[in-house]
């Protein structure tokens, strides 16, 4: 399977501060990736896709302004949590998405908003 | 709305026992059906996908599809204390954009 990194893993940070995640695919070339989001006890929820040199696509309910999805090279997707607050506490994946249409995850990233 | 749904557990079965997890699906037109472990606190893993109706084994375990009944499951067989963790049914909706619709999972546990 592919491996996908992601940076930080943790991250605690104030109520209105901005907060960027790095995901990095480690071996295959990713035109396509996709962020979730797990609530405690919750499945995944997507929260948009991210194509490498446009514009991400947002899932209904996601705020695209807060939620600032960046795909600049094949191998890298940042996702940035703008203004964040508690409520944005989570546990943030991405996942790269292959060819033979299977997502690999990344390890995750927890974030808390204090 | 599509929906993917699974029984929350937790499923307890002794070692060695076999483990059955189901979940069913909402949307026909979904042809791409994948199972996930999840550790707690950790990321998703892939365990098995399948896309053809029947059963498809990948060592202890087997994935089971009907397309009819719109039901995948999932059997481990020889279960061990390692494969306690949330199991998450994911259903790829179709039409070339690989998005996925998970479950909520069901949290199995093996006990010695």
């Known amino acids: 399977g592919a491996v996908v990194s992601q940076h930080p893993s943790w991250v605690i940070c104030k109520s209105g501060t901005s907060v960027k995640i790095e995901c990095r695919s480690l071996?295959?070339?990713?035109?396509?990736m996709f962020w979730y989001r797990q609530f405690p006890k919750q499945s995944l929820m997507l929260m948009a896709t991210?194509?490498?040199?446009?514009?991400?696509?947002?899932e209904q309910g996601v705020e695209k302004d807060k939620f600032l999805i960046n795909h600049a090279s094949l191998t890298l997707s940042t996702l940035t949590v703008t203004s964040a607050h508690p409520e944005d506490s989570s546990f943030y994946i991405c996942?790269?998405?292959?060819?033979?249409?299977?997502?690999?995850f990344g390890p995750g990233t927890r974030l808390l908003v204090l | 709305q599509k929906e993917v749904e699974q029984n929350s557990g937790p499923l307890s079965v002794p070692e060695g026992a076999i483990a059955s997890l189901n979940c069913t699906y909402s949307d026909r037109v979904s042809q791409s059906f994948f199972w996930y472990r999840q550790y707690s606190g950790k990321s998703p893993e892939l365990i098995m996908s399948?896309?053809?109706?029947g059963d498809k084994e990948d060592g202890r375990f087997t994935a089971q599809l009907n397309k009819a009944s719109q039901y995948v499951s999932l059997l481990i067989r020889d279960s061990q204390p390692s494969d306690s963790a949330t199991y998450l049914c994911?259903?790829?909706?179709?039409?070339?954009?690989?998005?996925?619709?998970f479950g909520t999972g069901t949290q199995l546990k093996v006990e010695l």
């Open positions: 994911a259903v790829n909706e179709g039409g070339g954009g690989n998005k996925l619709t």
């Open positions: 996942s790269e998405d292959l060819a033979e249409e299977t997502q690999y």
């Open positions: 991210s194509n490498e040199g446009s514009k991400a696509t947002y």
């Open positions: 071996d295959f070339q990713a035109t396509t």
């Open positions: 399948i896309y053809s109706n």
